[in-house]
């Protein structure tokens, strides 16, 4: 209504021309309905959609701010966990969803590496997902079911290899970090496991306790309680050094794989398109949410590195992730097969 206002206000000014007042009214016509009605935003509830399966790590970093959102932004968020198909379900439905601000995806850090995956996607990973922030970071683990005859690194390679290609592990789906840096494990170590897709973290892990599988490599997020009840075995993490909440776990730096530093992210999207002012009231939003002492504490807790980026440096990590990670899917011919 300012908007409108506004216009009205400059369109009945003598001193504009007839022709210049044709052309302010073709520009308010055919303006945007989405940046007219950017002022007014948020006046409903906000949908976030979460890539992966319930119980995952970007399930779990989105229900730890909803409840800040929703205070701050005065209105319901409502979470729906659209798992599958290596989060390119979620990636689908928000690229072709109203860019009003009203729907917005938690991805990980298999979104930029899916183009090379999934070949026949419907949609433009860099085109029509518009990068918000890098919301938070965590080291991975490498985890073994409890029956397996192995307690450190150099076992696990030996009992692998032992098995002539039938060792299996899981990851939360095809081409992501989980399964990628797993792929690099196998290349520098010389080994050969089979990879086992799921459609998240959670469903991976509760195969591998039950035995169907005989390893991953989780987030430290999701292995922490799962090692410390004695559930899985813990054998290495891929941080720089060694975590607090897993400090008898050795990194693979310690054990003599230099190359193996390795995060799992997650990170905020909005469907390509979204007014600028939108767009920025949710980054702040969410950088208001994330910082909040409370929030810092549950990602302590997590495991998980607070980053909340600028736009511009998510696009640049997720040009970087597509290039090194293209590399590595070309050089292991990765596919879905």
């Known amino acids: 209504m300012h908007l409108l206002n506004n216009f ?3 369109f009945m000014t003598t001193g504009i021309s007839l022709k210049n007042k044709i052309l302010l009214l073709c520009m308010f016509i055919f303006s945007s309905p989405f940046e007219l009605n950017a002022q ?52 689908s439905q928000v690229s072709k969803s109203n860019p009003d601000g009203y729907t917005m995806m938690v991805g990980v850090d298999s979104v930029p590496v899916n ?71 196998k ?17 991976a892990l509760t195969d591998l306790i039950g035995g169907q599988v005989e390893a991953m490599l989780i987030s430290v997020t999701l ?7 004695n559930s899985v075995k813990g054998l290495a993490v891929s941080s720089d050094k060694r975590v607090a909440l897993l400090p008898n776990i050795k990194t ?9 530093k390795a995060y799992t992210w997650a990170g905020l999207f909005l469907p390509a398109g979204t007014p600028t002012s939108i767009s920025q009231r949710i980054h702040d939003e969410f950088s208001k949410a994330i910082h909040a002492p409370d929030v810092i504490n549950r990602f302590k807790d997590l495991g998980a590195e607070v980053v909340m980026s600028s736009p511009s440096e998510f696009s640049n990590v997720l040009k970087t992730t597509n290039e090194k990670m293209g590399e590595l899917i070309s050089k292991r011919n990765i596919s879905l097969n």
């Not at 939360?172 to 840096?181: D, E, F, K």
């Not at 520098?188 to 459609?199: G, L, S, T, W």
């Not at 292995?223 to 009840?229: C, G, P, T, Y």
Request: net charge neutral; no cysteine; aromatic share 10%.
């Open 8 to 10: 009205l206000n400059l």
């Open 187 to 203: 290349s520098i170590a010389n080994v050969e496991m089979i990879h086992v897709p799921y459609k998240g973290g959670s469903p």
């Open 252 to 260: 693979f730096v310690e054990m003599g794989y230099p190359d193996l």
């Open 40 to 91: 007014t935003f948020p006046d409903k509830p906000i949908k976030i959609i979460v890539a992966f399966a319930p119980g995952g790590l970007a399930d779990t970093i989105t229900r730890a701010l909803q409840p800040k959102l929703s205070e701050s932004l005065g209105q319901p968020i409502l979470i729906e966990n659209k798992g599958g198909a290596g989060g390119t379900l979620a990636e």
């Open 115 to 185: 183009p090379f995956i999934y070949k026949n996607l419907n949609y433009d990973t860099f085109k029509d997902l518009q990068a918000v922030s890098l919301l938070a970071r965590v080291p991975l683990t490498l985890i073994v079911n409890n029956n397996a005859p192995v307690n450190n690194l150099n076992e696990l390679i030996k009992y692998a290899q032992s098995k002539n290609g039938s060792f299996s592990y899981a990851s939360p789906g095809t081409g992501t970090s989980n399964h990628l840096y797993m792929e690099y494990f």
């Open 223 to 229: 292995a922490n309680n799962q090692i410390k009840s």
